[in-house]
């Protein structure tokens, strides 16, 4: 029959399909887009909430070094003697002093003189020591972390006191606020996209990568409030937009208690919210681009769609004819090449499988009749089904898991203890489809044949039957010297799903597990 467009479709029926195409575009470029956006923005709020959570544990760790001083002093106070004792602090305090943070640095044994670090300390600080160490003697604190000011500039006290047998040690050092800010200057280079500050829960301002702000209080000079560090019971941290006081635009700022040993400290890292908006309008852009585009080429290919279908037709039958002549010689060669892959499996499953299985009823029939008996029938069983294949070489999967139930039963019977074999049914519906015919034997008797299994270290092999396919797992115990394998199993596969035109069979191996997914055929009447 000579195909013509008139008897198809009329001109207006024509126009009516390029309008509704056109429609169908514009709708989806709208909804396509806020779909786009809405993800964008949650992919950029999940990812600027994995580097708060990265920021907060680097600033952690770096604020945690300076802490690390009081465990040298707890070595030394343990190894040293009486004597020797403040001649040991002293050179740990002066090591202390090589770092351009530490301003200062002092130590009293018991009640004798309060030694500094080094000798150029001012005797206002000298008498602003004495009475912080008095003041905590009164209060009797073993640890202290306080900012408070030195001169023009702030400084974080780190105050310990330490006893061993009956020797008092109180030692204490000052942080440089200012010089800690460019400290981490150069060693946060890859913060480019946020920024942080610490503050104590009085409010002062402790780190701020503006040096100015560090000693205000940073509930008047931000949009912080103290009801930012009280954090429901479901997370440790709030996150909310507000305006920056340092960029002086929206960022989306999360406030978390810093993880520091004896402080109530608090940190907020701050993500700038432009950078999401800049990233989601990009998307809309391109969107927008891209869905032009494509209603132009539907308008395309409309036109030679009404141009070429005459002469396609005409060819078309021939080409038809042609293709079912290849799809016929093609199944007859997949099909006798399955069998013949099928023939070899038997014949390699059948004198190797029937010599152990044997060897293992000889030594059951003197030792336990029943499971002997059991055995034999099983065995029976099994022959059974590998002697009568289905014609097309596929079967039922509940058919395939009675095979293996039996099958399995022989090898436990035969390693015992090690060999562990489960079955897990997701889906009862996935027993009515097909699977290759002896497809579970395949991939159990590869997994013993080149893995080692021990009471200590059994083969485990899991079967799980889900709704469109059965994984199949065993832990890899790759033995040593193992045989050269022909791989006729995996071809048989291969061929039975090239004939039924799938070609999702996967093996695999991860995390010191085999994997092999065997895809269900599901075959309509």
């Not at 000693?215 to 954090?231: L, M, Q, R, V």
């Amino acid at each position: 029959m000579r195909f013509r467009l008139k008897k198809i479709t009329s001109r207006r029926a024509f126009l009516i399909y390029i309008a509704v195409s056109i429609l169908i575009t514009v709708s989806s470029v709208y909804i396509l887009s806020n779909l786009i956006t809405d993800l964008t923005e949650k992919a950029n709020e999940e990812s600027a909430q994995r580097n708060f959570i990265k920021k907060q544990e680097f600033l952690s760790q770096e604020f945690s070094k300076f802490l690390e001083q009081e465990n040298r002093i707890k070595h030394v106070l343990k190894i040293s003697r009486p004597e020797e004792l403040a001649s040991n602090l002293h050179v740990l305090s002066s090591v202390q002093n090589t770092n351009s943070l530490v301003a200062d640095n002092w130590f009293q044994i018991n009640d004798n003189k309060i030694q500094f670090g080094t000798d150029s300390i001012s005797d206002v600080l000298k008498k602003d020591v004495e009475d912080f160490i008095q003041k905590n003697k009164d209060q009797d604190q073993n640890h202290i972390n306080v900012i408070i000011p030195q001169g023009k500039e702030w400084v974080w006290r780190i105050y310990f006191k330490l006893i061993s047998k009956n020797t008092i040690v109180r030692y204490g050092y000052d942080i440089n606020l200012k010089k800690l800010v460019d400290y981490f200057s150069t060693v946060d280079i890859k913060s480019t996209n946020n920024y942080a500050f610490i503050f104590d829960r009085s409010g002062r301002c402790i780190y701020h990568p503006e040096s100015n702000f560090i000693g205000k209080n940073i509930y008047e000079i931000s949009s912080t409030h103290a009801i930012d560090t009280i954090f429901p019971k479901k997370q440790d941290y709030v996150k909310r937009v507000t305006l920056s006081e340092y960029l002086g635009l929206d960022v989306i700022r999360f406030t978390k208690k810093l993880d520091l040993k004896n402080s109530h400290w608090f940190v907020c890292v701050n993500f700038p919210k432009n950078i999401i908006n800049e990233n989601t309008a990009l998307i809309e852009k391109y969107s927008t681009w891209i869905y032009s585009i494509t209603t132009i080429m539907l308008l395309l290919i409309f036109y030679l769609f009404s141009y070429a279908n005459r002469r396609a037709y005409r060819e078309k039958g021939i080409a038809i004819k042609e293709k079912n002549r290849l799809l016929v010689e093609n199944e007859k060669i997949v099909k006798e090449k399955a069998l013949i892959q099928l023939q070899h499996l038997k014949e390699q499953i059948n004198p190797h499988f029937l010599f152990n299985s044997l060897n293992s009823l000889y030594m059951l029939v003197g030792s336990d009749v029943k499971t002997a008996q059991k055995f034999t029938l099983n065995l029976s069983r099994i022959y059974r089904y590998l002697i009568d294949p289905p014609q097309k070489n596929i079967v039922p999967l509940k058919d395939e898991l009675l095979f293996i139930e039996k099958y399995i039963f022989l090898q436990q019977t035969r390693f015992k203890e090690e060999l562990f074999f489960s079955i897990k049914i997701e889906d009862n519906e996935a027993l009515d489809k097909f699977i290759p015919y002896l497809a579970f034997q395949v991939v159990v008797e590869n997994a013993i044949k080149h893995n080692m299994a021990t009471h200590e270290n059994p083969l485990t092999t899991e079967i799980l039957i889900q709704k469109d396919q059965v994984i199949i797992t065993n832990n890899l115990q790759k033995k040593i010297h193992s045989e050269p394998g022909t791989n006729f199993g995996l071809k048989y596969l291969l061929s039975i799903y090239n004939f039924y035109s799938r070609t999702n069979l996967t093996t695999s191996e991860n995390d010191g597990k085999f994997v092999c997914i065997l895809p269900l055929i599901a075959i309509h009447s």
